[in-house]
């Protein structure tokens, strides 16, 4: 098992973009798990961890409700925003500047085989992210994603998540809002709760200004533990 982990921070780029950016290195670990089973070899899977800003953009998975996007293709342009059905699983969400966005690219079969711990050990990052800053971050009601003032009548979701896993390879991640223009939120049902009240870490904290590379390090130093993982 090959529990290195290469990171990669793409900086700000089109959501697009990442998505292909992800799509090969997805592609790349597949063709090797064929392969090895085709040949009966050993050959070892690489990892890979992107971090990135995407420009803003909506974004709706398989599963998810055209009606949740409550904006049209005209508001859409007039808001400099994009949208894009995709193959991850969760309902729709938004991603722009001041939200770091985490593409994990793993071959779970390098470290275990369960797609719900999977979820889970994403959850347990962000928490121990958030916590650095005072913030206490939280598990919902079984639903995924990371809250505040979960157990409450009242709960803020502060980072959301959607994954798409084949023969054991994952895509896509998690969107934790930092700075974030949460006004952008107004355009949609949040991952297809209506009662959905969304927040950011710089909220959280009085608005105060968060340094957006000192939170990627956090989230790298905790994936690191969560994983029981090594960055190259």
Same mark, same amino acid.
């Given at each position: ?47 890979? &961890? ?61 470290? &275990? ?11 347990? #990052? ?17 639903? #995924? ?7 409450? +009548?009242? +709960? ?69 533990? #969560? ?6």
């Amino acid at each position: 098992m090959n529990k290195q982990v290469k990171f990669i921070d793409l900086g700000v780029m089109d959501y697009k973009d990442a998505w292909d950016y992800q799509q090969n290195l997805f592609d790349e670990i597949v063709e090797i798990k064929k392969k090895n089973r085709k040949n009966n070899s050993k050959s070892i899977t690489p990892n890979y &961890f992107l971090l990135v800003e995407h420009p803003n953009v909506y974004t709706l998975g398989k599963s998810g409700n055209i009606s949740n996007l409550l904006i049209n293709e005209n508001q859409l342009k007039s808001k400099n925003a994009s949208f894009y059905k995709i193959n991850r699983g969760g309902d729709i969400t938004y991603h722009g500047p001041g939200q770091i966005v985490g593409y994990p690219i793993l071959d779970l079969e390098n470290f &275990f085989t369960d797609i719900h711990q999977y979820l889970r050990c994403l959850e347990e #990052t962000v928490i121990n992210t958030l916590k650095i800053y005072g913030v206490k971050g939280e598990r919902n009601n079984g639903k #995924t994603g990371v809250w505040i003032d979960a157990n409450t +009548p009242f +709960p803020k979701k502060i980072c959301a998540m959607g994954v798409r896993a084949s023969r054991w390879v994952t895509m896509h991640g998690f969107a934790l809002n930092v700075n974030v223009n949460l006004e952008y939120f107004n355009n949609i049902i949040p991952c297809g709760l209506t009662n959905n009240i969304i927040t950011s870490l710089s909220k959280e904290l009085n608005y105060k200004d968060i340094d957006m590379n000192k939170v990627k390090e956090d989230l790298k130093n905790s994936f690191s533990k #969560t994983f029981k993982s090594e960055f190259i």
